[in-house]
């Protein structure tokens, strides 16, 4: 599978960004799709997940309430809303995507994509 991220800037602290993943999937109820972001001198952790086969999500608390995941059906591309942004949003985001819900959340995702850098000024 292969992930193509986009969407990444440089944003004022309150403002919006809307990242997006293309993913060369055929068969989207198979996977689950999910954004994670490293900072600078930090280890990457997990911000949203959408899980196709069941029609749920799931939100880190840091972002939970100011970031929204998504998704186009027909193109099989997940987007993540991000409103509010604050200088801590600041990090290059990845997406990934696999076959278990948990699993991707964990960060044992199948497939990453490029990131796509975020920045946020204060």
């Known amino acids: 599978v292969q992930l193509q991220a986009s969407g990444g800037g440089t944003v004022q602290s309150g403002g919006s960004l809307r990242l997006t993943c293309a993913s060369s999937?055929?068969?989207?109820?198979?996977?689950?799709m999910g954004w994670f972001r490293q900072a600078p001198g930090r280890e990457r952790e997990f911000v949203a997940a959408?899980?196709?086969?069941?029609?749920?999500?799931q939100y880190a608390d840091s972002v939970n309430g100011r970031f929204t995941i998504s998704r186009d059906k027909a193109k099989i591309m997940v987007f993540l809303q991000m409103d509010s942004l604050k200088p801590e949003d600041t990090a290059v985001y990845y997406c990934?995507?696999?076959?278990?819900?948990?699993?991707?959340?964990?960060?044992?995702?199948?497939?990453w994509g490029q990131g796509t850098l975020v920045t946020v000024s204060s």
């Open positions: 999937i055929r068969t989207a109820s198979n996977y689950v």
């Open positions: 990934t995507a696999g076959q278990s819900f948990w699993g991707v959340i964990a960060g044992a995702g199948d497939s």
């Open positions: 959408f899980d196709w086969i069941g029609d749920k999500t």
